[in-house]
Structures are given as structure tokens and as C-alpha cells.
């Protein structure tokens, strides 16, 4: 299938600038993919990626931080009035709900995820010096947390992992 094809590639393309200090990479290649697998998985999903939410997506892309809704507010706002909430939760509720984006409990903050194209519950790093996050996609970390859970005798809805520390840039 096409879209497997698609995103293995970008897994490999990811990875690099992904596993690399910021300055060390093009991040405008990170942002170009981004929009690039966004057009590509609304397209397939028939999903209306509007102007106000492709600029939404490319806001969070902007680093590999997590963002708040506030600055998304403020970067979008006309005339020197932030954009109402409504208008940028609902922007972002589409991204979440398509895949593109994540939010960070901890954090209360979203990320870009960058693969898209297969659903998945991800792991989070943080950052705690630069506020970079990283996405990890360890099945045998999702299979642990839900064979755990059902031997307790909950029935898992969800998880959520976000593991804090230094990235490669700012360990000592
Ligand atoms: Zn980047
Ligand atoms: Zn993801
Ligand atoms: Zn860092």
C-alpha cells in the first residue's frame, strides 16, 4: 500500500534529525514533511485540512518543543487581539483526532507527531532543559502497561507515558 510505503519512508528520514541535537539538523525538512504526511493523510481520509488548521500544524512544527494553546493564540491573533480559544482548540481537537498532533498531559502542551500515518499510543521524552520533545514508539512498552493493567484487573482505555530527562544536546 501506498501509505505504508510512505511513512516507512519517512520513519527512516525521521530518524536522524530526530535522534540529532536541534542546530544539527534541517528542521525545515522536518516542517515540509509534516505538511507534507498531513496533506497526504487527510487526502486519503477524505478530511478537510483547511488553511486555518494547516497554519495550526505548522505552528506546532515550528520546533521540536511542545506548544501551548495560548502561543497558538497569540501567533494567530490579527491586529495585535490573540485568536479566540475556540477557534485553536478546534483546529487542534482536528489535528489530535487525525493523528497529526499529540497533546502532552504533563505538559499540557502539543507536539507534532511525525508518524502520522499509522495510529498509535506513543511514549513521550521531555526534555526538562530545552523542552524538546520526543516521540517513542516501543510496542513492548504498550503491551507491558496493558498485560500489567489487565493482570490488575482494569481494563486499559488509554495510556500515557512521558518520561523526563535531558535530550542529547543537553545531557552534562
Ligand atoms: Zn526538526
Ligand atoms: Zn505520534
Ligand atoms: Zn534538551
Known sequence: ?????AD???????????????????HHACIVDALAAAGEVCAARGAQLTALRRRVLELIWSSHRSVKAYDLMEQL???????KPPTVYRALDFLIEQGL??????LNAYVGCPHPTSPHEGQFLICIACGRVDEMRDPAVRAA???GAQAAGYVPEGQTIEVRGRCARCRP
Open 8 to 26: 516507512g519512508d519517512r520513519g527512516e528520514h525521521q530518524k536522524q534529525p530526530h535522534g540529532q541535537p536541534e542546530e544539527l539538523h534541517d
Open 77 to 83: 491573533g490579527t491586529a495585535g487581539k490573540p485568536a
Open 1 to 5: 500500500m501506498q501509505g505504508q510505503t
Open 145 to 147: 502497561i496493558r498485560a
Open 101 to 106: 498532533v499529540h497533546k502532552v498531559e504533563s
